[in-house]
């Protein structure tokens, strides 16, 4: 499913965008009930609870998506026959390692 919405054109920074405007839009949701409907605070509280639900939701679609971009990048190098470690300015970590283990060289 990831792979289809990033081949669609959808990317990371557009669900982290969507994410940041849900937790205004909860917000404003949560204002415009109780100001305008006569149904009491649980109403709007339900409706900002309801609309902010969707941030982490969204949050972790972008990571996700952030994760198939890297995974095209990666293969796009490879194609290229050209090394991660030079080319991206991060050679202090060692990729086969899930980039997190330190590459001790010595000077």
Avoid: C
Avoid at 6 to 26: D, E, K, N, V, W
Avoid at 52 to 60: D, I, N, S
Avoid at 61 to 82: F, S, Y
């Amino acid at each position: 499913m990831i792979k289809q919405l990033h081949s669609m054109g959808i990317r990371s920074s557009l669900a982290y965008t969507a994410g940041i405007a849900s937790i205004g839009l909860s917000v404003a949701s949560w204002v415009v009930s109780k100001g305008s409907e006569n149904a009491g605070l649980d109403r709007a509280d339900r409706w900002g609870i309801f609309v902010g639900e969707w941030a982490p939701t969204l949050f972790a679609l972008g990571v996700a998506l952030r994760m198939e971009e890297l995974r095209e990048e990666e293969e796009m190098r490879q194609r290229m026959g050209t090394s991660t470690s030079t080319d991206t300015g991060t050679g202090m970590f060692d990729k086969s390692q899930g980039g997190r283990t330190p590459v001790h060289t010595q000077p």
